[in-house]
């Protein structure tokens, strides 16, 4: 080996040498401060790919435990003003059977009673239709209904046998097998809201049976003021086609009008639906009936003609409250383990997010050790290496 001056290829070996130590101590102080192993696609370009998705659940998941959360909002909301639609009635099932007590209670005793129950009507007015949650009003029986079949005309006898009618089409798609429905009729002497507690437990075995959660179809009943008939309704969260079957009671009987009964959308529906999942179709629908004296068949009570009858009345109304009271309650135990649920989720994704995208800070510190000693191995090799080609000077003394 000479020695030459124009190539100095030990200071070029050296200088690579330091090039890439030099680089692999940029990239490991890079990981360091920013805690991610990951900081572009060239670091690892499928564990990038991976880390992204998992991100996009993960972000998705904490958002669902917040629409939960405002879903358990929601419900307490509506179960505290159905709390005070309990009481109400309490009150006025104590002024029906005071009104009832001919033995000491006279003519004007029972009309003052009256006024009292005239008033508390009001207030149940009142609560449906301000009761809300934001712009949401959650007892007028607009929440979790977006479609309706309004009744067309007031039916002066309730159908006391039973009903048969077939679900064709339910949100949107014409169904292959239609859902079948039979009630068990309520019987002589049944309130409207007996009838429709009939007709809406059938509905919720049948769609709960063909896979639905069993609340995209209910029926409603009001009671008009002179208690003269009662107009029904069918509403439900989604696009529906009811039929008449041909067996038993028909939809005619109810008001309804007779074949394909085809929902219409309502201008002030609210779809009741809450987001509990990062993907689409993860939803929860709640379902709320309306709260008025006319819904709940109060309105035309009078107890100066018959209390009797105000206490049987009542006993129903109270009895479609605290139903609807218990579906909220389990609505909200529902949301509770939902969050619970997608807490968990959240926390083993974000464990596997963590493993492929963070920074192991202990073994990333041997590597900067490492690198570090050599950048000043490197350069002092290099300084060397320069120094090398001074020695061709003693050749020139």
Same mark, same amino acid.
């Given at each position: 080996?000479?020695?030459?001056? @124009?190539?100095?290829?030990?200071?070029?070996?050296?200088?690579?040498?330091?090039? $890439?130590?030099?680089?692999?101590?940029?990239?490991?102080?890079?990981?360091?401060?920013?805690?991610?192993?990951?900081?572009?696609?060239?670091?690892?370009?499928?564990?990038? #790919?991976?880390?992204?998705?998992?991100?996009?659940?993960?972000? !998705?998941?904490? =958002?669902?435990?917040?629409?939960?959360?405002?879903?358990?909002?929601?419900?307490?909301?509506?179960?505290?003003?159905?709390?005070?639609?309990?009481?109400?009635?309490?009150?006025?099932?104590?002024?029906?059977?005071?009104?009832?007590? &001919?033995?000491?209670?006279?003519?004007?005793?029972?009309?003052?009673?009256?006024?009292?129950?005239?008033?508390?009507?009001?207030?149940?007015?009142? %609560?449906? *239709?301000?009761?809300?949650?934001?712009?949401?009003?959650?007892?007028?029986?607009?929440?979790?209904?977006?479609?309706?079949?309004?009744?067309?005309?007031?039916?002066?006898?309730?159908?006391?046998? @039973?009903?048969?009618?077939?679900?064709?089409?339910?949100?949107?798609?014409?169904?292959?097998?239609?859902?079948?429905?039979?009630?068990? !009729?309520?019987?002589?002497?049944?309130?409207?809201?007996? =009838?429709?507690?009939?007709?809406?437990?059938?509905?919720?075995?049948?769609?709960?049976?063909? /896979?639905?959660? &069993? @609340?995209?179809?209910?029926? +409603?009943?009001?009671?008009?003021?002179?208690?003269?008939?009662?107009?029904?309704?069918?509403?439900?969260?989604?696009?529906?086609?009811?039929?008449?079957? /041909?067996?038993?009671?028909?939809?005619?009987?109810?008001?309804? /009008?007779?074949?394909?009964?085809?929902?219409?959308?309502?201008?002030?529906?609210?779809?009741?639906?809450?987001? =509990?999942?990062?993907?689409?179709?993860?939803?929860?629908?709640? #379902? %709320?009936?309306? $709260? *008025?004296?006319?819904?709940?068949?109060?309105?035309?009570?009078?107890?100066? *003609?018959?209390?009797?009858?105000?206490?049987? +009345?009542?006993?129903?109304?109270?009895?479609?409250?605290?139903?609807?009271?218990?579906?909220?309650?389990?609505?909200?135990?529902?949301?509770?383990?939902?969050?619970?649920?997608?807490?968990?989720?959240?926390?083993?994704?974000?464990?596997?997010?963590?493993?492929?995208?963070?920074?192991?800070? +202990?073994?990333?510190?041997?590597?900067?050790?490492?690198?570090?000693?050599?950048?000043?191995?490197?350069?002092?090799?290099?300084?060397?290496?320069?120094?090398?080609?001074?020695?061709?000077?003693?050749?020139?003394?």
């Amino acid at each position: 080996m000479g020695l030459r001056i @124009n190539q100095n290829i030990a200071a070029q070996n050296a200088y690579r040498n330091l090039s $890439v130590t030099d680089n692999q101590m940029s990239k490991s102080l890079e990981k360091l401060s920013s805690g991610y192993r990951i900081n572009r696609a060239a670091d690892d370009a499928a564990g990038l #790919s991976i880390s992204e998705g998992l991100r996009s659940q993960i972000g !998705g998941l904490k =958002v669902a435990v917040r629409n939960a959360q405002d879903g358990i909002s929601v419900t307490q909301t509506a179960e505290g003003a159905l709390n005070e639609v309990t009481s109400i009635l309490q009150r006025m099932r104590d002024l029906s059977v005071q009104a009832a007590n &001919g033995g000491s209670t006279d003519s004007e005793a029972a009309a003052a009673a009256q006024k009292e129950f005239s008033q508390l009507n009001s207030e149940l007015d009142r %609560i449906g *239709s301000t009761t809300a949650f934001g712009k949401s009003k959650l007892l007028d029986g607009s929440f979790g209904t977006t479609q309706q079949v309004a009744g067309t005309k007031q039916t002066t006898a309730l159908p006391t046998g @039973n009903l048969a009618f077939d679900i064709t089409t339910l949100g949107g798609v014409t169904l292959g097998t239609p859902i079948a429905v039979t009630t068990t !009729g309520p019987g002589a002497g049944a309130s409207a809201a007996e =009838v429709v507690d009939s007709i809406n437990t059938a509905l919720d075995s049948a769609l709960k049976a063909a /896979g639905y959660n &069993g @609340n995209e179809v209910r029926f +409603a009943a009001t009671v008009a003021d002179d208690g003269s008939g009662y107009t029904f309704e069918i509403n439900g969260t989604t696009d529906f086609v009811i039929n008449d079957n /041909g067996a038993g009671t028909g939809l005619d009987d109810l008001g309804l /009008g007779t074949g394909a009964q085809t929902s219409a959308a309502l201008a002030n529906g609210h779809s009741g639906q809450f987001q =509990v999942g990062a993907n689409k179709g993860e939803t929860l629908t709640i #379902s %709320i009936g309306a $709260v *008025s004296a006319a819904a709940l068949g109060t309105n035309s009570l009078d107890l100066t *003609s018959d209390p009797d009858g105000a206490i049987e +009345a009542l006993d129903s109304a109270l009895q479609q409250v605290s139903d609807q009271r218990a579906e909220l309650g389990a609505y909200q135990n529902r949301f509770e383990h939902t969050i619970n649920n997608l807490n968990v989720s959240v926390e083993n994704l974000s464990a596997s997010e963590s493993r492929i995208r963070d920074t192991d800070m +202990a073994q990333e510190m041997v590597a900067f050790t490492r690198n570090q000693i050599l950048t000043q191995a490197g350069t002092s090799m290099l300084s060397q290496a320069n120094q090398a080609s001074q020695n061709v000077l003693s050749l020139l003394r």
